[in-house]
């Protein structure tokens, strides 16, 4: 085997004297450059799952290999740089790489392992393990947050090994080959040996095992009783399969590997062999996950259709109902109550049909079901207050709103007056008034429009109801249900009421921001900065809000919220958008985060931007320990600058930049470096560094947890050693403060056309949100002082360039400031309220100093 | 190609009277382009039709002309610069824009030689296309 390039000069390199600083710096200088294309990337696939881009699979492929490519370059910088093979590092990079190739290659790689997942772990990100009315369900509860049956499901991964053991998933294949390629032949002797063969197959141990245990916990060692539903792949999906597969209901726990077997051979029904031979689906290897469920102890149960099919109410939703369990109402052998509801609040009942109910199917305690006579009293009366029709009805539009279609809900309410839902699937009739015709074009063309063409759109779709407006800081517990919310400012706070809004307006807001995340989680259609809505939005005015055309209308455009529930394709269910999810597991979650904790290793990189962090971090150590311990390759001896402020500065002096006479103790005297000596004037005089600023009243804010962090961060043991690399006009400076991470770059003093800087800032311990917000503020302090910025997540780059050189060393000033100012302020972010102020004190602050200094 | 400015985006649908709508012709042999602009044209006021293979689109444009065609660039069977030339020809009034994921500069160059409106690479931002099929209404007349 060749000897890639990499190590050929590592092996050049050990014969060789020391190789000058000048070259090595170079490298670093280029690991640093790529470091950053690959941040850049990361972040730009992140905002691909946003709904505002198109991009097909070409984009998908081709940014993993571009980063595929750069991370492994990288690494071999790194290991150039360092002289090192970093054999860890090059294999949790091809893991990883290889992980995404699987990804790619369609062969879902199931990223659990497991037999079985838990409901409450499941959501549609998981959909290959759980199948789809599963994950379904997940979403439902995970989600959503509403009552569902306790369960579990058997993964699909489970499935295939069994399947794999007992030497029948080549045979299902060829089955299934053979009949496409016959058209059929032969079909329903081929689906009973199939069956039988798969009722009959010995589960591999584990699988037995971990399903037997798994079964008995969920029964209470046998107290309840269980049902089993299949949960196959594409099942309630675009193709239906609706009812082909079996559920098994009233199974004892004891009796769930023979009712898992059951369900799994149903895979390969007549029924279901027949519809994919139909339908084209030959090529596609089915998959079984099933689900297992805990029975509920149902007082009334039936089912909803968020549109009633017969077409004679455009805007009703049809519930039936009836006594005990609801398998004889999904059967239609029972007589039910039917109720046609209005599909807007207040959800109107329009007619109540009360049928004589003189049977009910349940539980029976001895194990199975048994039916039983209804109570005289009980026969003719409706089974549902108006009360209960009423949240079964708002939860029904909000599982609408959610999965984007017209739903078919199974629902059940328990002894204890719980509603619980069993399962939502499309509906396969489609409304009448649904279908997408000219006059939904028309009424989008007729509408009033009250605002247009300004905002981003963080969630895209179309949402109708009244506005309310929600004010700084306003209590929102009373927010009415079905309302747009509109507010000055986007806040996370917002998430607790999404559930009950329609869509989200804000005058101000950013698409990465953590509401836009809640949003786009619960599909709730959101614009933000959106300029005047505050301002021309009256409060509990009726709009309809088009997120993906960012215009909001007068009224309620019927015509373009059915068409809403009609999306031929929802997007974030395409190949395209779970795709780019999946690979982006392994791509941008940061989960190395300490330099200083044990598990800051290769092998612990999980990701590349793991990969990535891990680089630098050992890059800046490198050149610290080159210079200090090689003293012989580098021009200028390396220094330890003592500085006024804690900042465990090393400084590497590549051309004039400190004083010739100074001695090995370097201090800030001695610096000729312009921009570094700008800079740590900003941190100084600015007077930002202080741990309690003076002029903001932080009163409550300032808990007990603020100051512990503030004060650990000032002690200089946590400040780890940071890098400067200097000449008389060249600054790159690497700051680690706490778990701040700043990156400056800059050129200042030749001509003005070479003026530039670069500035980044990343990294916190808080949580998400409030990084976020600091990103924010830093990124409208950068903005003020003309720096182009892009903010991904809660990394900001700033960069300006070409300024006379006077203006840009008070840049390099306001750095410092801005530098010393946010170091103290995450913990404090707990409102966009607050980084509004902070960043108005923020100004104040820095023009105060300017002018005393001028 | 244009830059990104979302800001100075053309005002949304008005309360015209014009009963008339804008046509648009979508062809993309990615399915995904085409189930996403579709409705997206659709719901925005336009009348849209999108195709997956050039033959069927070709066929449909040598049937009736439409306002405005979005294409992309690399397709199998027929590429879209040849697929564009031969809408020039049957309506030198319709405005192309394409869409190219493989966007270099000589591809945008020869696609501006043979007459096209506007080049968006890819991905784009939904928000971006209907700025250009919008400044193609304005300058072509085709809203009050």
New interface residues.
């Given amino acids: 085997m060749q000897l890639p390039v990499w190590m050929e000069c590592l092996v050049w390199w050990r014969k060789k004297p020391p190789v000058p600083f000048s070259v090595l710096f170079k490298k670093f200088k280029s690991i640093l450059e790529r470091n950053n294309a690959i941040l850049e990337l990361i972040a730009d696939m992140g905002d ?1 799952l946003g709904g ?8 998908i492929f ?1 940014s993993c290999e571009k980063l595929g490519d750069q991370v492994f370059k990288l690494v071999s910088d790194l290991s150039l740089l360092c002289q090192r093979k970093n054999v860890a590092l090059f294999n949790a990079f091809e893991g990883i790489q290889h992980q995404i190739a699987e990804e790619l290659a369609g062969r879902r790689t199931l990223s659990r392992t497991d037999h079985i997942l838990p409901l409450a772990e499941l959501t549609h990100d998981l959909v290959d393990e759980g199948g789809n009315k599963m994950a379904s369900i997940g979403d439902i509860r995970n989600i959503l947050g509403f009552a569902v049956p306790e369960g579990f499901v058997i993964t699909a991964g489970a499935y295939f090994e069994a399947m794999e053991q007992a030497g029948l998933r080549k045979l299902a294949a060829e089955t299934t080959r053979r009949l496409c390629g016959n058209g059929g032949q032969g079909l329903v002797e081929e689906a009973r040996r199939l069956r039988q063969a798969i009722l009959t197959m010995a589960l591999p141990k584990g699988l037995a095992r971990a399903v037997e245990q798994a079964a008995r916990h969920l029964s209470g060692n046998g107290r309840e009783m269980l049902a089993v539903r299949s949960s196959a792949w594409g099942e309630d999906g675009e193709a239906s399969f609706a009812g082909m597969y079996e559920s098994v209901l009233g199974v004892a726990a004891g009796d769930i590997p023979a009712a898992y077997q059951q369900v799994l051979a149903s895979l390969f029904c007549e029924e279901a062999l027949r519809y994919r031979l139909h339908r084209d689906q030959c090529g596609e290897e089915p998959a079984m996950a099933v689900g297992v469920m805990r029975m509920v102890d149902a007082a009334v149960s039936g089912g909803l259709y968020t549109y009633a099919p017969l077409g004679e109410q455009d805007q009703a939703m049809v519930v039936s109902a009836a006594w005990g369990l609801g398998k004889p109402i999904v059967d239609g052998t029972a007589e039910t109550d039917t109720f046609l509801l209005g599909r807007d609040p207040p959800h109107t009942l329009f007619s109540a049909d009360i049928s004589t109910k003189s049977s009910k199917l349940c539980l029976d305690p001895a194990g199975g079901t048994r039916t039983l006579d209804v109570a005289p009293e009980a026969r003719d009366v409706p089974c549902l207050t108006g009360d209960q029709l009423d949240r079964l009805a708002r939860t029904a539009m909000n599982l609408e709103r959610f999965f984007k279609r017209p739903l078919d809900v199974e629902w059940a309410i328990t002894t204890s007056g719980d509603l619980v839902i069993l399962q939502a699937r499309p509906l396969s009739i489609r409304p009448r008034a649904c279908a ?1 015709r ?1 006059d ?3 009424a ?6 009250l605002l ?3 905002g ?2 963080a969630m895209g779709g ?1 949402a109708s109801g009244p506005v309310h407006l929600v004010g700084e800081g306003e209590d929102l517990s009373d927010f009415p249900y079905g309302a747009i919310l509109v507010a000055r400012h986007s806040s996370p706070r917002f998430a607790k009421v999404m559930p009950k809004c329609r869509g989200i307006i804000t005058d101000v807001g950013s698409a990465t921001g953590h509401m836009a995340t809640i949003a786009r989680e619960l599909r709730v259609p959101a614009l933000v900065g959106a300029g005047p809505a505050t301002r021309t939005l009256r409060q509990g005015q009726e709009i309809t809000l ?1 997120a ?4 909001v209308y007068a009224g309620v455009v019927e015509a ?1 919220c059915r ?1 809403e529930l009609v ?3 929802v ?1 974030e269910e ?3 958008y779970r795709t780019l999810k999946r690979v982006l597991r392994h791509v941008s979650p940061l989960t190395l985060l300490d330099p200083k904790s044990e598990a800051f290793r290769p092998e612990n990189c999980k990701t590349f931007h793991d990969i990535a962090r891990y680089v630098h971090q050992r890059a800046v150590d490198k050149l610290i320990t080159l210079a200090e311990t090689h003293q012989e390759i580098t021009k200028g001896a390396p220094r330890k600058l003592d500085t006024k402020l804690p900042l465990g500065l090393t400084v590497i002096d590549v051309e004039g930049g400190l004083d010739p006479a100074a001695g090995p103790g370097a201090d800030e005297k001695d610096i000729r470096c312009r921009p570094l000596k700008a800079i740590l004037e900003g941190m100084n005089i600015s007077g930002m560094w202080e741990t309690n600023p003076v002029a903001v009243d932080m009163g409550s804010f300032m808990s007990s947890l603020t100051r512990t962090v503030g004060a650990d961060m000032a002690h200089p043991a946590r400040l780890g050693r940071n890098l400067a690399v200097i000449s008389k006009e060249y600054l790159n400076l690497h700051l680690r403060l706490g778990y701040h991470f700043t990156v400056v770059d800059a050129f200042l003093g030749g001509s003005i056309n070479d003026n530039v800087i670069y500035f980044r800032f990343m990294g916190g311990v808080t949580d998400f949100t409030r990084r976020s917000r600091r990103a924010s503020l830093v990124a409208a302090v950068l903005e003020q002082f003309d720096f182009v910025v892009e903010i991904k997540g809660d990394m900001v780059t700033g960069r300006v360039k070409k300024h006379p050189t006077r203006a840009m060393l008070d840049k390099m000033f306001m750095l410092g400031g801005l530098i010393g100012y946010t170091r103290q302020l995450d913990a404090k972010l707990d409102s966009d309220e607050a980084g509004q102020r902070h960043l108005e004190h923020f100004f104040n602050r820095i023009a105060a100093v300017k002018e005393t200094r001028e | 190609m244009i830059p990104d400015t ?2 100075t ?8 009277t014009e ?1 008339r ?1 804008t046509s648009i012709l979508i062809l ?1 042999d ?1 399915p ?2 085409c ?3 579709k ?2 044209f ?6 849209a039709e999108a195709f997956n293979q050039p033959a069927e689109a070709l066929a449909r444009v040598e049937e009736r002309r439409f306002d405005v065609v979005i294409t992309d660039l690399k397709m199998q069977g027929l590429d879209g610069l040849a697929f564009l030339g031969k809408v020039k020809a049957l309506y030198p009034d319709t405005d192309v824009i394409v ?1 190219t ?1 493989f966007a270099t500069l000589e591809t945008a160059r020869e696609s501006f030689r043979k007459g096209v409106f506007d080049f968006v690479a ?6 971006k ?2 700025d250009g099929v919008r400044r193609i209404e304005k300058e072509r007349g085709l809203v009050p």
């Fill in positions: 691909k505002d881009y198109i991009y097909d699979r070409q984009y081709a997408l000219p939904v074009a028309e989008a063309r007729d509408a009033p429009v247009s063409g300004k981003i759109t179309v088009d993906d055309h960012v215009v373009l068409n999306r031929e394709d997007f395409s190949w395209e | 979302p800001d985006r053309a005002p949304g649908p008005d309360a015209s009963r709508r993309d990615e995904i382009v189930k996403r602009l409705p997206f659709q719901k925005a006021g336009y009348e869409i994921g890819k991905p784009f931002k939904l928000t296309i209907l």
